[in-house]
């Protein structure tokens, strides 16, 4: 089904299909372009406090001692509390999952108790009547440490010579393997085997508004209305409930702008936590803001891997098997409630994911070390899965001396193969590999492409062509966390009022951090009621206000939420044809919505004014017959249920120039086909799609958190921790392929992290194309200068 | 005890006068005295330029400039600048070709394009990705910034 035949208006009707598909301006990008945006920091609050946090100078010590005194003489000091303190208000957590089978991890708690164990981790908190003068009273609290055995190293972890949790026996978090069996009798007679070990460096977010949380506790309600700079207000919800033990109806947690967060803002942070517990026990609203050396200290970092991979090919370039070794450092605990085993058990069920090899094995430790924590950070996995994937398919198809595009047309998964089974047990609905690699050689051109790289190379010029293959987690079910016992949300909800001039709001349980929910549910909501767009009104991020869900992560806010927008809207529709119906005194089936009025759904003329419709029903229902109500406002919900995941499929391409004399590369183009279903609005989804690649690009080229041997972070801030600037990146050119998935009538898959998942890869294998030639290779990323040019044996 | 000066300044045309600390900075200045939150605090050391402002018709990071240091000039925030129509062009550029996600740095990003505009130069793409290349962008990936700056450059 194509979008132009999805039924996006009342059944029976071939009316217009409304806003979907078209590239509308978001209304909310109003406010925030002229600097009326609120983000959790502008918020202003009587008797408002600030925290700041003394935080452990070292990555694993014990805490002997901590001296308060000359700290709560400075002046605006209000209050400073250790551990112990905070623990009274505030219960540790577990972050374990029942279906990550054998996970485990130390309780944590909101601020350090007796022991520190990572460069960054709170030990007290500082409240004051300004953040300067908490900051100036962090400065003169004492401490006595006792420093402990550092394990930085993800390899000496998984020694276990020095455990960090003795408890715990070993520095195992979770580990993970699987089998379809066969696999070494393949490798064993297999023509072609090629092996590679490729290196992740850990990365981080890097949100330009640092994370932020204003708690306000009302002793006399004994309730708590959190301003919280989050994806997930109903999971926080939950989590300040249970743990501060405040009845969860007590608890409204509201998401203003939030600047930015690509799964950085959607975890329990200690430091957080700590806040809210601050404002119960001060009885007074507490802010707290992470200052950008912080952020560096204690927002999640990701991606640290070290993965080695075997690939048994024919020697006409069939896949025949995949073998994978990975192994990914975590900091000291699992981060809360989603769990730090996520990302490596990502990378075991997606390695290979677009091939049609039937063999697979997989091996995959998660391991503690003191270093800052690690947790799902935009396209969890997918960059190491897609990256690893697609480096050992370009090595193979460059032993067989195979064009890679060629090579990966021999063994994409055919587009008429689904629904379609995995080795690793995902299952693909719908995927398109073919139609998308079709698309990407048409729009880069790239027979052009290579005729140009072989003539430049004469002349000394190095360009590289990288290709990533991919696919990716979108829409997931309750098989993401729910079954391992997470209270996490895998429904989302959407509330649909008319207003009584005819407006219509719509409340929806789905956040926006940028990405342009907001935008798109007024768009289908337009749609599916039958307004013009700008008569609807989008309300997200609160609940005290929004029906109960999940929010925003796992590319699942279009496909999820609007689905549950557009439930709604149909429903709200035919309510409002019922209305029409009483008082025009026709039968509801001649009737129809379009243009703000009821129409006649034969002759399209115009019958009754939403406004007056609203005006009858709200003010004189009274002229309405007795036997009936008027029901104007609706609820519907959507959980995706027949696949764990709606796969999405794509391929990216990468064009690049390597400088063998000074190791730097020169972005030239970018390219990406992605496949995520209906398209709701083209603009929107681009832009989604070239911020991911940015990303993406990061990874490859500049993004690296540093930590020294003794757990010291050494780059901890942005003069030395780059990411991509305007300067360096190329024009992004993104062309699309729609296959609406069948589970739900928007057929809509999310795109949110399409980009960051295959970037790396293709910048990866398009710098490898270019030193081919040179006899270079590079598998650590991120490829600085410095490591190219030691690849060159130039340095 | 911290030492605080008397500072006079024109704020979006409007003279304010203030008793504040030697050591506050002028974004903060801005957010915490005078309740213009437009300028956003990134990283507070002036790499992200999420708060870059104009003094005196230049622009400059609200993070490394001193309160006191802008005694007497004229300093001009995406409040300002918004409710003068200055920036109306380039605004409604941003919104058609959503040059923005989250917003944070997008009054930064406006102050930096405006004073590109401002100095006449039919600026190039590559100028222009130049010219806004310290002022950090986590959502867009750039692409849509540099067209709606183009298309306020070149008509």
Redo the contacts between chains.
């Keep these: 089904m194509g979008k132009a035949e999805l039924p996006l208006h009342a059944p029976g009707t071939q009316l217009d299909k409304g806003y979907i598909g078209e590239s509308v301006p978001r209304p909310n990008a109003q406010r925030l372009l002229q600097g009326r945006g609120a983000f959790t920091d502008d918020l202003r609050f009587p008797r408002l406090a600030h925290v700041a946090f003394f935080r452990s100078p070292y990555a694993h010590a014990r805490i002997k001692k901590l001296d308060f005194a000359k700290a709560l003489k400075q002046p605006g000091v209000i209050g400073i509390f250790d551990g112990r303190a905070v623990a009274e208000y505030c219960t540790p957590w577990v972050a374990v999952l029942a279906h990550l089978k054998g996970i485990k991890s130390p309780p944590q708690h909101a601020i350090a108790i007796d022991r520190a164990c990572w460069q960054g981790e709170a030990c007290a908190a500082v409240v004051a009547e300004s953040r300067t003068q908490a900051e100036d009273a962090v400065q003169l609290i004492e401490a006595e440490w006792e420093e402990l055995p550092v394990v930085v190293d993800m390899e000496e972890a998984l020694d276990g010579k020095t455990v960090i949790h003795r408890d715990l026996g070993d520095n195992i978090c979770f580990k993970r393997e699987l089998d379809t069996g066969g696999v070494e009798e393949i490798f064993a007679k297999a023509d072609v085997v090629v092996e590679d070990t490729f290196h992740f460096g850990r990365h981080t977010g890097v949100c330009v508004e640092g994370r932020a949380i204003l708690a306000d506790y009302n002793a006399a309600e004994h309730s708590l209305t959190v301003y919280h700079a989050t994806q997930a207000p109903h999971m926080m919800q939950d989590i300040f409930s249970r743990h501060l033990n405040i009845p969860e109806g007590n608890v409204r947690v509201i998401a203003k702008d939030v600047g930015g967060s690509f799964g950085i803002k959607v975890h329990v942070y200690a430091d957080e936590m700590a806040t809210a517990a601050l404002s119960v026990m001060l009885r007074r609203p507490v802010k707290f803001v992470a200052d950008r050396l912080e952020s560096f200290l204690s927002d999640i970092h990701a991606r640290e891997h070290r993965a080695k991979v075997r690939l048994a090919v024919s020697k006409e370039g069939q896949i025949l098997a995949f073998d994978l070794d990975d192994l990914t450092a975590i900091g000291p605990y699992s981060v809360y409630p989603r769990t730090s085993g996520i990302e490596g058990n990502q990378v075991v069920n997606l390695t290979g994911g677009p091939y049609k090899h039937q063999k697979y094995k997989a091996r995959m430790h998660v391991v503690f070390t003191n270093t800052n924590l690690t947790c799902p950070y935009r396209a969890v996995g997918h960059p190491i899965a897609v990256a690893l994937t697609e480096g050992i398919v370009d090595l193979a198809a460059q032993k067989l001396g195979m064009d890679p595009a060629e090579f990966r047309r021999k063994n994409l998964i055919a587009d008429d193969a689904y629904p379609y089974t995995f080795p690793s047990g995902i299952k693909f609905e719908k995927l398109s590999h073919h139609k998308a690699l079709d698309l990407l050689l048409k729009i880069t051109n790239y027979p052009q492409l290579r005729a140009e790289q072989a003539s430049l190379r004469k002349k000394k010029i190095y360009r590289g062509i990288g290709l990533a293959a991919m696919i990716e987690v979108t829409n997931p079910s309750p098989a993401f966390y729910g079954v391992g016992g997470a209270r996490i949300s895998a429904q989302d909800g959407a509330t649909l009022r008319l207003e009584p001039t005819g407006m219509v709001t719509v409340m929806c349980s789905v956040t926006e951090q940028g990405q342009g929910t907001e935008g798109i549910f007024a768009q289908i909501a337009a749609s599916a009621v039958g307004v013009s767009i700008e008569k609807v009104k989008v309300i997200t991020g609160d609940t005290g206000v929004t029906p109960y869900g999940g929010g925003t992560w796992a590319s699942r806010g279009a496909g999820i939420g609007g689905e549950a927008v557009l439930l709604a809207g149909r429903a709200l529709r035919s309510n409002m044809l019922d209305v029409a119906s009483k008082v025009l005194n026709l039968d509801k089936a001649e009737l129809d919505i379009a243009g703000n009025a009821v129409i006649s759904r034969l002759t399209q003329e115009k019958k009754l004014d939403l406004a007056e419709l609203g005006r009858i029903a709200y003010f004189r229902p009274d002229t309405l017959p007795m036997d009936f109500q008027s029901e104007l406002t609706v609820t519907r919900h959507y959980t995706p249920r027949q696949y764990g995941f709606t796969f999405t499929n794509g391929i990216q391409a990468s064009l690049v120039e390597v400088d063998p004399d000074t190791g730097f590369v020169k972005l030239l183009k970018h390219w990406c086909v992605e496949d995520s279903g209906t398209l709701i609005n083209p603009m929107l989804v681009d832009e989604q799609i070239r911020g991911g690649v940015v990303q993406g690009i990061g990874a490859a080229l500049y993004e690296e958190c540093l930590y020294g041997p003794d757990g010291q972070l050494l780059n901890g801030n942005m003069a030395d921790y780059l990411v991509p600037m305007s300067g360096e990146m190329p024009d992004i050119v993104c062309a699309h392929i729609e296959t609406p998935t069948l589970q739900s009538q928007l057929g809509a898959k999310g795109v949110g992290e399409a980009g960051t998942a295959g970037a790396p890869a293709a910048v990866m294998n398009a710098i490898n194309d270019a030193l081919a030639p040179l006899g270079a290779r590079v598998t650590r990323m991120p490829f600085t200068p410095e490591r190219i040019l030691r690849a060159l044996n130039k340095v | 005890?911290e030492q605080s000066l008397s500072v006079t300044m024109t704020v979006n045309g409007a003279q304010v006068t203030r008793s504040v600390?030697a050591r506050q900075h002028l974004v903060d200045f801005l957010?915490e005295e005078l309740?213009?939150?437009?300028?956003?605090?990134?990283?507070?050391?002036g790499?992200?330029g999420?708060c870059t402002i104009r003094v005196d018709g230049e622009i400059v990071r609200g993070c490394l400039m001193l309160a006191v240091q802008a005694n007497g000039c004229r300093v001009d925030?995406?409040?300002g600048l918004?409710d003068s129509k200055e920036?109306e062009k380039l605004?409604a550029a941003?919104?058609?070709?959503?040059a923005?996600?989250?917003?944070?740095?997008?009054?930064g990003m406006?102050m930096a394009a405006q004073d590109l505009i401002r100095n006449g130069k039919k600026a190039t793409r590559e100028e222009?990705?130049?010219y806004?290349?310290?002022?950090?962008?986590?959502?867009?990936?750039?692409?849509?910034?540099?067209d709606a700056i183009e298309e306020v450059i070149h008509g």
Aim: glycine share 10%; aromatic share 8%; charged share 15%.
């Design positions: 005890m600390p957010r309740g213009l939150t437009g300028s956003h605090l990134g990283c507070e050391h790499v992200c999420a925030t995406i409040e918004s920036l605004q941003f919104h058609r070709r959503n923005l996600q989250c917003g944070f740095c997008t009054p406006l222009i990705r130049a806004i290349s310290g002022n950090y962008c986590r959502c867009t990936g750039y692409q849509a910034i540099v």
